[in-house]
C-alpha cells in the first residue's frame, strides 16, 4: 500500500510538472520579462549572456514590425508577448523634429480622428496576436511637436496590461486582449499644450497613476482586478512628466512622486510620508533604488539648478535641505548640477551613470555620489539623447535620437566600444527580453536577437 501511495504521488508530482512546463511553454517566464517602463525595478538592467551588443537595419535582427500612427511609449514583454501603444489618424499630422529646442509647442489641436490603439506581438516572430483600439475620436488637446498621444508606457502584472493614455483613460485587458475595464477623469490642460508622458505602475493589486497637470493635479490608486479607485490624493503641482515608482525598503513600501515644487512619498493608502523641495522646473526622469538608495534626478536645461539626489530609507515629514547642504538625516548626499533632462540614469555595479540630452556621459560612485569620471562627450551631433540608457554584460547602452546606439564599457574608465545604427529617430526606450532587445523607432519595432540576420 505504502507503495502504491509513493507510485500514485509521484504520478502526482509528474503530472503537476507536466502542467508547469506547458504553462511556462504557453506564457514564458516573468524572469525573462519586462513588465513596465526601464524593467522590473526601473533599474533599466537586464544581465544575459546571450545578449547582442552589435546590430544594425540587417545585422541582428530577428524581425521588423511596422508600427501604424506614431508612440514613443515604450515596448513591455511578458513571457512569449510584446506590447505596446499607438495613436494613428488620417489627418495630416507634423512630423517630428528632433534636438532640444524652443518653439515646439502647438496652440490647434489636429483636425481629425485619431485611433488609440493598444498591441500584443508575438516575441519570436514579430506576428500581431490582436490590436484593441481604446478609443477613437478628436483629440482632447494639442501636443508638443515631439511627444505623441501614446506617449505612457504600458504594465503588466501577467494577469493584466494596463494602458494610459493621457486624457483619454486608462484602459485595462486581459493577456488574451479582452477588454476588462477602463476609466477617465475630466480632460486637463498641460504646460504649453506639451501633452503627457507620466506612465503608470503595477504592484500587488493596486495601479498608480500620478497625473499632474496646469488645472488640478493629483494621484490615484486603483484595484487592478476591477479598476474601482481605491483613494486620490490631490497634489499642490503643475505639470510634470514623471513616472512614479514603488520604493520597497527596510522600513516600508512607498510610492515616491516626483514633482517641480516638491518631491513627496505616500504610503499605499495615499497618506503623505515625507516631502522635499529643490528639484529643478520640470520633473521628468524615473527614480529608482539600489544599495538601500532612492535616487531622484531632475535637471530641466534651462535651470541653473539641476539636482541629483540619493534619500535614505525611514524620513517623515519635511526633509529639504537648507541651502549649502549637500547631505542631511535622510539625505545621504545631493550634487545640484548632476541630473539630465529627459533621460534617466542608470546605476549598474559599483556606479551611476548619468545620460545628458546634448550628448554626454558622465559617472559616480552610487553609494556617495563622488565623480568617478567627469561628462565626455558622446557624439558631436546636435539631436542628442532621449531614450534612457540601459545595462547589459558589462555593457552601458545609450540610443541616441538619430537611432544610434552607443556601447560604452562599464566601469570607472569612459571607453566607447561600438556604434550600432538603426538609420530611424528613436525617442522611446528599449525593453530587453532574455536574449531580445526590442527598440521602438519613429515606424518600426526591431526584435534584436545574435546571429539573426547576419554575424555578431
Known amino acids: 500500500m505504502h507503495s502504491l501511495f509513493r507510485s500514485a504521488g ?6 503537476l510538472v507536466v502542467i508547469a512546463i506547458l504553462f511556462s511553454v504557453i506564457v514564458g517566464k516573468a524572469d525573462d520579462s519586462w513588465p513596465q ?39 513591455i514583454v511578458w513571457g512569449n508577448r510584446a506590447f505596446l501603444t499607438t495613436v494613428s489618424t488620417d489627418a495630416q499630422v507634423e ?37 484593441r483600439e481604446a478609443h477613437a475620436g478628436i483629440p482632447a488637446n ?21 494602458a494610459y493614455f493621457g486624457n483619454v483613460g486608462l484602459f485595462c485587458y486581459d493577456m488574451e486582449g479582452k477588454p476588462l475595464w477602463s476609466t477617465n477623469w475630466p480632460t486637463v490642460k498641460m504646460r504649453y499644450g506639451w501633452g503627457s508622458a507620466a506612465s503608470p505602475v503595477v504592484h500587488k493589486g493596486k495601479i498608480f497613476v500620478v497625473n499632474d ?49 516638491r518631491v513627496r512619498s505616500y504610503d499605499l493608502d495615499g497618506r503623505l510620508l515625507w516631502e522635499f523641495g529643490g528639484m529643478s522646473t520640470i520633473a521628468i526622469p524615473t527614480p529608482f533604488s539600489k544599495f538601500g538608495l532612492l535616487y531622484v534626478a531632475s535637471g530641466y536645461v534651462g535651470d541653473k539648478v539641476r539636482p541629483f539626489f540619493a534619500i535614505k530609507p525611514g524620513a517623515s515629514g519635511d526633509i529639504s535641505l537648507k541651502q549649502g547642504e549637500t547631505n ?63 545595462a547589459a554584460n558589462g555593457k552601458i547602452y545609450a540610443l541616441s535620437e538619430d537611432g544610434d546606439t552607443f556601447v560604452f564599457q562599464a566601469g570607472p574608465e569612459y571607453k566607447l ?33 545574435a546571429g539573426a540576420g547576419g554575424s555578431l
Open 10 to 15: 509521484q504520478v502526482r508530482l509528474i503530472g
Open 37 to 75: 517602463f526601464r524593467g522590473a525595478g526601473s533599474l533599466g538592467v537586464a544581465d544575459h549572456p546571450g545578449l547582442p551588443e552589435r546590430w544594425g537595419t540587417n545585422q541582428n535582427v530577428a524581425w521588423k514590425a511596422g508600427i501604424e500612427g506614431r508612440g514613443w511609449s515604450s515596448p
Open 95 to 131: 512630423a517630428p523634429k528632433k534636438g532640444l529646442y524652443f518653439g515646439g509647442d502647438r496652440k490647434d489641436i489636429p483636425e481629425g480622428t485619431f485611433h488609440w490603439v493598444v498591441l500584443c506581438l508575438d516575441l519570436a516572430t514579430g506576428k500581431e496576436l490582436w490590436r
Open 142 to 162: 494639442q501636443l508638443h511637436v515631439k511627444n505623441s498621444y501614446a506617449s505612457e508606457t504600458p504594465v503588466t502584472d501577467g494577469e493584466r496590461v494596463y
Open 213 to 261: 497637470n496646469e488645472d488640478k493635479s493629483f494621484v490615484t490608486a486603483l484595484d487592478a482586478k476591477t479598476g474601482r479607485m481605491l483613494w486620490r490624493t490631490e497634489r499642490d503641482e503643475k505639470s510634470n512628466w514623471a513616472t512614479p515608482y514603488v520604493w520597497e525598503n527596510e522600513s516600508r513600501t512607498e510610492l515616491i512622486t516626483p514633482g517641480t515644487g
Open 328 to 390: 542631511g538625516a535622510f539625505m545621504a548626499w545631493s550634487m545640484p548640477t548632476a541630473a539630465p533632462y529627459n533621460p534617466s540614469p542608470l546605476v549598474y555595479g559599483d556606479y551611476i551613470y548619468v545620460l545628458f540630452d546634448f550628448g554626454f556621459l558622465s559617472c559616480h560612485d552610487a553609494r556617495t555620489g563622488a565623480v568617478v569620471y567627469e561628462k565626455q562627450r558622446v557624439r558631436t551631433a546636435p539631436t542628442g539623447f532621449t531614450a534612457s540608457p540601459w
Open 417 to 449: 566600444l561600438h556604434t550600432n545604427s538603426l538609420e530611424e529617430m528613436c525617442m522611446s526606450t528599449p525593453a530587453i527580453a532574455g536574449d531580445r532587445i526590442l527598440i521602438r523607432t519613429f515606424g518600426n519595432l526591431y526584435c534584436i536577437k
